[in-house]
């Protein structure tokens, strides 16, 4: 199987609070429920900085980082992979950006992004724990959730700016040894559990630019691109997914919930992520929230999770970590691991 080497985080610029937000973005919003329901204080977002960063600069960053941390030679990286639907272009991937620019050239090398909202990071970890495990080539992989976007959002976008930031997260894995008979708190991947309804795609997304819709005048003209909501989310969705969700895939890899050390949810609300907590009978510091300081990040928000908890004392070597992260389509994707 995969252990994790090392993790990144890059946000860009300096931390903008809702005060300064809505000046910046000439928007108003009840900064006090966003605060007390969402939890979130601050963000980042590149443009309103007026910093001249996107999607495949912030995974490169991320990337440099996560791999800096596990203190590999970037050159032994054999696999780079982008979660994110916030990519740098429609064609080329995102990840072909970042291993030309980490690694200079052409070389034996795999990339592709893989795309399923703000599910991303986690669905990439899972297939490229697989496929670093089978595969005698490969022995090192980055994997990348980036999100952009605010890059999307329309001028006085309320919904858009109030919640979504850019940023990034990474991690360097790296085959392991680790089997049946390894000890209980050896660093390996235990096995992930991935969910869909596609029949909910008519939710929130980016619906212009595709076949489906391509970007016209008459659709700018309109304000029918970038960030659209559609319909509005259920408000309990996650709290009624999550719990099952997690002890579908507890049951799947052996372990017990109680036995799970910490657990990252998707970064979008702090009072859902409590509730499910309280459902599970997990007290709260067994869980890690970074949307006070980072806004909702997307496909980065668990690689961002996961990086601030280890940088914290959080989590350490030998703990049991579960992921679990939604995104609209509706996609959810949960992995668990021994850090």
Wanted: charged letters at 20%; glycine letters at 10%.
């Amino acid at each position: 199987m995969i252990r994790i080497l090392g993790t990144g985080l890059y946000a860009p610029g300096e931390a903008i609070d809702n005060r300064e937000l809505q000046e910046l973005a000439g928007i108003e919003f009840d900064a006090a429920r966003i605060e007390s329901k969402l939890g979130i204080h601050r963000r980042h977002i590149a443009h309103l900085r007026g910093i001249d960063e996107t999607t495949a600069d912030f995974a490169e960053r991320a990337a440099r980082r996560a791999i800096d941390d596990a203190g590999v030679d970037p050159m032994e990286i054999d696999l780079f992979v982008v979660g994110t639907d916030t990519p740098e272009y429609i064609s080329p991937a995102t990840s072909m950006l970042v291993q030309g620019r980490i690694q200079g050239g052409q070389r034996y090398t795999g990339t592709w992004d893989l795309g399923a909202s703000c599910s991303s990071f986690v669905a990439a970890l899972d297939a490229v724990a697989r496929l670093v495990a089978t595969d005698p080539a490969i022995n090192r992989a980055c994997v990348i959730g980036v999100y952009n976007m605010p890059a999307y959002f329309r001028p006085g976008d309320v919904f858009g700016y109030s919640i979504f930031a850019d940023g990034a997260g990474a991690v360097v894995v790296e085959k392991s040894a680790a089997g049946a008979a390894a000890s209980d708190d050896e660093s390996r991947y235990l096995g992930g559990q991935l969910l869909a309804d596609g029949t909910q795609w008519d939710y929130v997304g980016v619906y212009a630019g595709g076949t489906r819709t391509p970007v016209t005048t008459e659709r700018l003209e309109a304000g029918e691109y970038g960030l659209q909501l559609l319909q509005r989310l259920p408000g309990d969705r996650n709290v009624k997914l999550w719990p099952d969700v997690v002890r579908r895939l507890t049951e799947k890899t052996g372990i017990a919930v109680d036995d799970v050390d910490h657990f990252l949810f998707t970064q979008i609300n702090r009072s859902v992520i409590q509730e499910v907590l309280g459902i599970l009978g997990v007290p709260e510091e067994r869980s890690t929230f970074v949307m006070d300081r980072y806004g909702y990040t997307g496909s980065a928000c668990i690689p961002m999770a996961l990086n601030t908890a280890v940088s914290e004392g959080r989590i350490r070597r030998g703990d049991r970590v579960v992921m679990v992260a939604s995104g609209a389509g509706l996609a959810v994707a949960s992995a668990a691991l021994v850090y």
